[in-house]
């Protein structure tokens, strides 16, 4: 799918209706994914902050491809990322086996940081679980926001914006979590 010859790791940052998001890849695959921000100033910087992160824009084919889907998602697709490329190196067996289990949650499908954990062969570790998606460096292509506490509440989330920008996702998925939202919901990222 991709041409050797082209330049195959770089960055870049992309306008979506729900504010500006980034992404960075390797040769392997995608590296980072930066959740929405204001300004394309603040997901450059948060990108450039991580380790092998390349300067360099050019796109391979793939990466063409996982920006338009980033971009349906956040006007409200439904848009299916378990196909998208990862570089997880450096990454312990452990938080492997969580991520692997989480890509394979649908759009508006949730379990629990408890019932992932018994899913990824790690049962009894809901704790440990949650810290491996907080460090989680590609949410999204890796749903880490469809990952809830016991009793449906909706846990913690390590993105700008908190708890609010995962019920904010969630709810552009049609799951609602918690109280009934106020008859108008902002998308204020």
């Known amino acids: ?22 992404i960075a890849w390797s040769q392997k695959g995608l590296i980072r994914l930066c959740l ?15 380790g092998g992160v390349s300067p360099s824009t050019g ?13 349906a998602y956040a006007a409200g697709e439904d848009v299916d990322f378990s196909g998208v490329p990862v570089d997880l190196a450096g990454i312990d067996d452990f ?12 759009f508006g499908e949730t379990t629990t940081y408890g019932e992932l954990a018994r899913r990824a062969g790690h049962a ?4 440990e679980t949650g810290a491996a ?20 509440k909706i846990g913690g989330f390590s993105a700008p914006g908190g708890s ?15 109280p009934p939202p106020p008859a108008q919901v902002s998308f204020g990222f």
């Open 36 to 50: 929405p921000e204001r300004t394309r100033d603040q997901v450059e910087r948060r990108l450039l902050r991580h």
């Open 59 to 71: 796109q391979p084919e793939w990466v063409v491809e996982l920006i338009a889907a980033i971009k």
């Open 164 to 178: 609010v920008t995962k019920e904010k996702m969630l709810a552009m998925e049609g799951v609602r979590v918690g």
């Open 124 to 127: 009894g570790l809901a704790r």
């Open 95 to 106: 938080r492997l086996a969580i991520y692997d289990e989480a890509r394979k949650l649908g």
């Open 1 to 22: 799918m991709e041409n050797t010859s082209a330049i195959t790791a770089g960055h870049a940052v992309l306008e979506t209706v729900i504010g500006f998001m980034g």
């Open 133 to 152: 998606l907080g460090a989680n460096p590609v949410p999204l292509v890796i749903p880490c926001h469809r990952i809830l506490a016991a009793g449906g």
